[in-house]
């Protein structure tokens, strides 16, 4: 479905279909600006609820085929360059609480900062979610990638998992419904997660700023954290670590317009400045071809690829 160019446009049909809405609808939202890349084509629209009903209300009445999307903080997403036709559900403040509990849990919103969950543990003396402190994302986006660093992945945190269906039906997921496996869940693909009840364990404060020190290092030193960048390009293949099929495919540095292969980490894709979103898409093809010539290794992108080209 292309963007609506009859004389009414999708963000002027919406809001007859939601008067009730309390949310905010900002059309032709540039993604650019929320991107960590800093690439991509507008939003058709953009909504952020207000609060769980009102994402509720807004996907009850919201048109069957309407393409939907979600992002959060954009540090793992590549928008094309061509934006995105329909709906972009983006949560904000009223879903970003993190709220410490007996029995070593937290109640965390989707829309948390992982660093900001790391830190409230510690807080609280609740040990496990130190790896949370150098993933620069939010919970949302943890819960439905299984995002893990350091030897622990979001899968082991998890106790139930909140979110609202595209009916609007607000739905509950066990760990186990989650169906987590390497980056993956097998959740519904229509299910907006809201939140989660997580459970770490009780440990000493010092021990663990001590760990999220560490993380902090290894992320200032390994990898390139001031460039725009996406994180992580390609999931780890079985019995490899991607970088290093990466690197000896020869493709450390290359570069197809503005976007490169980073000579710090070669498993990220850079915006070294004018990059376009077919620039970096391109880019990583072209890296998981030279992989497969000389490994036969078949590269999967672990980055969200999103919107149509341009």
Same mark, same amino acid.
């Given at each position: 479905?292309?963007?609506?160019?009859?004389?009414?446009?999708?963000?002027?049909? +919406?809001?007859?279909?939601?008067?009730?809405?309390?949310? &905010?609808?900002?059309?032709?939202?540039?993604?650019?600006?929320?991107?960590? !890349?800093?690439?991509?084509? #507008?939003?058709?629209?953009?909504?952020?609820?207000?609060?769980?009903?009102?994402?509720?209300?807004?996907?009850?009445?919201?048109?069957?085929?309407?393409?939907?999307?979600?992002?959060?903080?954009?540090?793992?997403?590549?928008?094309?360059?061509?934006?995105?036709?329909?709906?972009? +559900?983006?949560?904000?403040? #009223?879903?970003?609480?993190?709220?410490?509990?007996?029995?070593?849990? =937290?109640?965390?919103?989707?829309?948390?900062?992982? &660093?900001?969950?790391?830190?409230?543990?510690?807080?609280?003396? +609740?040990?496990?979610?130190?790896?949370? !402190?150098?993933? #620069?994302?939010?919970?949302?986006?943890?819960?439905?990638?299984?995002?893990?660093?350091?030897?622990?992945?979001?899968?082991?945190?998890?106790?139930?998992?909140?979110?609202?269906?595209?009916?609007?039906?607000?739905?509950? !997921?066990?760990?186990?419904?989650?169906?987590?496996?390497?980056?993956?869940?097998?959740?519904?693909?229509?299910?907006?997660?809201?939140?989660?009840?997580?459970?770490?364990?009780?440990?000493? &404060?010092?021990?663990?700023?001590?760990?999220?020190?560490?993380?902090?290092?290894?992320?200032?030193?390994?990898?390139?954290? &001031?460039?725009?960048?996406?994180?992580?390009? !390609?999931?780890? #293949?079985?019995?490899?670590?991607?970088?290093?099929?990466?690197?000896?495919?020869?493709?450390?540095? =290359?570069?197809?317009?503005?976007?490169?292969?980073?000579?710090?980490?070669?498993?990220?894709?850079?915006?070294?400045?004018?990059?376009?979103?077919?620039? +970096?898409?391109?880019?990583?093809?072209?890296?998981?071809?030279?992989?497969?010539?000389?490994?036969?290794?078949?590269?999967?992108?672990?980055?969200?690829?999103?919107?149509?080209?341009?």
């Amino acid at each position: 479905m292309q963007p609506n160019s009859s004389a009414q446009s999708l963000g002027d049909r +919406i809001p007859a279909l939601v008067p009730d809405l309390r949310g &905010k609808l900002i059309p032709a939202q540039p993604l650019a600006d929320l991107a960590w !890349f800093r690439v991509g084509g #507008p939003a058709e629209v953009l909504f952020s609820p207000a609060d769980e009903n009102d994402l509720s209300y807004f996907l009850a009445n919201l048109p069957a085929d309407v393409p939907l999307y979600t992002i959060g903080l954009g540090s793992n997403l590549l928008v094309r360059d061509g934006g995105l036709p329909g709906v972009v +559900i983006r949560l904000g403040k #009223p879903f970003a609480a993190i709220e410490p509990l007996d029995g070593a849990r =937290l109640r965390v919103g989707a829309a948390a900062a992982d &660093k900001r969950v790391a830190l409230t543990a510690e807080e609280a003396g +609740i040990g496990g979610f130190a790896f949370y !402190f150098g993933i #620069p994302g939010s919970i949302g986006g943890a819960l439905r990638m299984n995002a893990g660093a350091h030897g622990t992945e979001t899968c082991q945190r998890v106790v139930e998992v909140y979110g609202v269906d595209r009916s609007g039906a607000k739905r509950t !997921f066990s760990n186990a419904e989650m169906g987590y496996a390497y980056r993956h869940s097998s959740a519904p693909a229509d299910v907006i997660f809201t939140g989660a009840l997580m459970e770490g364990f009780a440990a000493d &404060k010092a021990e663990i700023r001590a760990e999220m020190a560490a993380v902090a290092e290894h992320r200032e030193t390994k990898q390139p954290i &001031k460039s725009r960048t996406g994180g992580s390009t !390609f999931k780890n #293949p079985p019995g490899h670590s991607a970088w290093k099929l990466i690197d000896a495919a020869g493709c450390r540095g =290359l570069q197809i317009g503005g976007a490169q292969v980073s000579e710090m980490h070669c498993n990220f894709l850079i915006n070294v400045g004018g990059a376009t979103g077919a620039d +970096i898409e391109t880019l990583g093809e072209e890296v998981r071809r030279r992989v497969k010539e000389n490994s036969g290794v078949e590269l999967e992108w672990e980055i969200k690829r999103i919107g149509v080209a341009a």
